[in-house]
């Protein structure tokens, strides 16, 4: 049985229309900025603030309502992610619109800018993955945040398609050989996402049960995929030629 068990999902009253669909401030207060002329002191005056790479993260998903992120954002207070929120879509990072009838409702999604932060979220995953260690008592956990440092290592493998991922958490899906979009794009916006939570839409390439300790040593570099394959840690369903590039056939 897995260390990593899934917390439940916030449980939470019906939000009150401004909370489930914040609306941008009429006078919005000035950004802080570190006003040093460098491109990484540009890029953490639009994503250095706490939360907001998280949210970018969720995002990285495909569309989603408030309430959703904040299901998958514990700890978060509403507050601070209406205001990050409306940081984003001010930055041209995110942008907030209706869905159609019947559901009606408000999501939030990345713009071609902001998607183009997936190498970023990549990067952190593999530099704080050695800083994982055993999960401590105060950690929360979602199937779906090991999707980015997983897809990572499979893309590695070659090859090109949606690989579904089971485990005792849940079950996310990651779609491998994407390109990055074009951030002068607008229609990017609409993309595909790289990954989302729970099983994919239609059959994927190939499926992947696993269990997270299993998961983590494979983020972290300890355990290679085709070594997680050989010992029976990983195992993977599928004929196609994604599913053989992850078990490694001949």
């Given at each position: 049985m897995?260390?990593?068990?899934?917390?439940?999902?916030?449980?939470?009253?019906?939000?009150?229309?401004?909370?489930?669909?914040?609306?941008?401030?009429?006078?919005?207060?000035?950004?802080?900025?570190?006003?040093?002329?460098?491109?990484?002191?540009?890029?953490?005056?639009?994503?250095?603030?706490?939360?907001?790479?998280?949210?970018?993260?969720?995002?990285?998903?495909?569309?989603?309502?408030?309430?959703?992120?904040?299901?998958?954002?514990?700890?978060?207070?509403t507050?601070?992610?209406?205001?990050?929120?409306?940081?984003?879509?001010?930055?041209?990072?995110?942008?907030?619109?209706?869905?159609?009838?019947?559901?009606?409702?408000?999501?939030?999604?990345?713009?071609?800018?902001?998607?183009?932060?997936?190498?970023?979220?990549?990067?952190?995953?593999?530099?704080g993955?050695?800083?994982?260690?055993?999960?401590?008592?105060?950690?929360?956990?979602?199937?779906?945040?090991?999707?980015?440092p997983?897809?990572?290592?499979?893309?590695?493998?070659?090859?090109?398609?949606?690989?579904?991922?089971?485990?005792?958490?849940?079950?996310?899906?990651?779609?491998?050989?994407?390109?990055?979009?074009?951030?002068?794009?607008?229609?990017?916006?609409?993309?595909?996402?790289?990954?989302?939570?729970?099983?994919?839409?239609?059959?994927?390439?190939?499926?992947?049960?696993?269990?997270?300790?299993?998961?983590?040593?494979?983020?972290?570099?300890?355990l290679?995929?085709?070594?997680?394959?050989?010992?029976?840690?990983?195992?993977?369903?599928?004929?196609?030629?994604?599913?053989?590039?992850?078990?490694?056939?001949?």
């Open positions: 897995s260390r990593l068990r899934r917390m439940p999902r916030q449980s939470s009253q019906p939000e009150p229309a401004r909370r489930s669909a914040p609306s941008p401030r009429s006078n919005p207060p000035a950004r802080r900025s570190y006003d040093h002329y460098c491109g990484a002191a540009r890029a953490l005056d639009a994503v250095g603030d706490r939360w907001t790479l998280l949210i970018v993260r969720e995002l990285l998903a495909g569309p989603r309502r408030y309430t959703d992120l904040h299901a998958d954002l514990p700890g978060v207070s507050d601070v992610l209406a205001s990050r929120l409306r940081d984003m879509e001010q930055g041209g990072i995110a942008t907030r619109r209706r869905l159609p009838p019947p559901a009606s409702a408000f999501v939030y999604q990345l713009t071609p800018r902001g998607r183009g932060l997936l190498p970023v979220l990549q990067a952190l995953h593999a530099w993955a050695g800083d994982l260690g055993e999960r401590r008592p105060t950690d929360a956990v979602r199937a779906h945040w090991f999707a980015l997983l897809r990572a290592r499979l893309q590695e493998l070659g090859g090109g398609g949606v690989a579904e991922v089971q485990l005792d958490e849940g079950v996310f899906h990651v779609r491998l050989g994407a390109d990055l979009p074009d951030p002068d794009d607008d229609a990017a916006a609409d993309a595909d996402p790289v990954y989302g939570d729970g099983p994919a839409p239609g059959a994927p390439d190939a499926r992947l049960l696993l269990a997270a300790e299993t998961c983590t040593a494979l983020v972290t570099g300890d290679t995929v085709r070594d997680a394959v050989r010992d029976g840690r990983l195992r993977v369903a599928g004929d196609g030629p994604l599913a053989k590039a992850i078990r490694g056939d001949a």
